[in-house]
């Protein structure tokens, strides 16, 4: 029962921080196992199908510890993620961290701008639909809303390439920037930019439309309280009773959608990577999963882990500061 007296921020913050510590260490754990009993042979698929010495082979396990058993591995895994170190890529012969942040920025651009994207469009949406339930705009909101949840990311992503990309010839299908020029200043932003917005347009319209729909369902609830009746009698203007009454109230379960879909969004970038040649994050995973990479598999997972439970945090530090009453 609430006691008449929220918890102060700062110690609802230090209890969520504090909870979130052993959730990354039970990762660390399941990750782990799951991938060291998962059918297959990282110094196989290394190796390809060229037969190889017995005693490369062995020198080879010995050389990434797959000689020692599954308890002595974990353990000297988990302590050296503790230490910060990731581990050392079969493939690549590189450090995972290294690897892993080399691509965690491109990624980050991508997933911002989508999430950037699909949050304004989908509150426009769902505010302008929740304004005439019935009406054109709102029967043409919910088609783009429905057709956001019926196409799947890749599928949209080809048929973006196929149409802007080949087609047209609007707007480069592969990569982050031009390979074949050297542009500095503006310029590179803007080639950064058309690079862009292919890779946004395929992640973002699936979590605009589910922002879109429920904008507006949280809409039409707020709309209909009795603060925002006597707001309109007193004659407050259209659009300040929709930003100031209306949105306000619906911001929460925005807020709290955007915050939780971050992990699907990670999700989906992985596919739209792979589609559009985009160097991030989710192209080094499932490059990965390909070559059975089992350091930088394990690497990958654990950052995008850390990264969703830091934004699931941050969300629910954001929906204490609008809902104190989340803090009891």
């Known amino acids: ?17 504090a909870q979130a510590v052993p959730l990354l260490a039970g990762v660390v754990v399941v990750n782990f196992t799951l991938i060291a009993l998962a059918p297959g042979d990282p110094i196989t698929t290394l190796l390809g199908e060229y037969p190889a010495p017995p005693d490369y082979v062995a020198q080879l396990r010995q050389e990434f510890g797959l000689d020692r ?6 353990v000297r895994y988990a302590w050296n993620v503790a230490r910060g170190e990731l581990g050392f890529s079969f493939a690549y012969r590189l450090p995972v961290a290294t690897l892993v942040v080399g691509r965690l920025g491109n990624t980050l651009l991508l997933m911002a701008t989508a999430l950037c994207v699909a949050a304004v469009v989908g ?26 949840f019926s196409i799947p990311d890749f599928w949209l992503a080809q048929l973006l390439v196929l149409l802007f990309a080949l087609t047209l010839g609007w707007l480069p299908a592969q990569g982050v920037r ?15 930019a058309r690079h862009l917005v292919l890779p946004a347009a395929a992640l973002s319209f699936r979590y605009m439309a589910l922002i879109a729909r429920l904008t507006r369902a949280a809409m039409l609830e707020a ?29 929460l379960p925005v807020v709290t959608v955007i915050g939780y879909n971050f992990a699907f969004v990670l999700a989906g970038s992985a596919l739209v990577e ?28 654990l950052v995008v882990s850390a990264t969703v439970v ?19």
């Open 69 to 74: 058993p599954l308890p002595v591995r974990l």
């Open 1 to 17: 029962m609430p006691s008449g007296r929220s918890t102060p921020l700062w110690r609802y913050a230090a209890g969520r921080l």
């Open 123 to 148: 509150v426009a949406l769902g505010v302008v639909a929740a304004r005439r339930p019935g009406g054109g705009v709102d029967t043409a909101a919910t088609g783009v809303a429905l057709a956001g």
């Open 310 to 328: 830091v934004v699931n945090l941050l969300t629910d530090l954001l929906y204490a500061v609008l809902d104190p009453r989340v803090r009891y």
């Open 223 to 251: 709309l209909s309280q009795d603060f925002v009746l006597a707001a309109r009698a007193r004659g407050l203007a259209e659009r300040v009773v929709l930003v100031q009454h209306g949105l306000r109230n619906a911001a």
């Open 178 to 192: 031009s390979v074949r020029e050297e542009y500095t200043g503006l310029a590179a932003v803007v080639d950064v």
């Open 274 to 301: 792979t589609v559009f040649g985009w160097p991030g994050v989710g192209r080094l995973l499932y490059d990965a999963i390909l070559k059975r990479d089992t350091p930088v598999l394990l690497g990958v997972l």
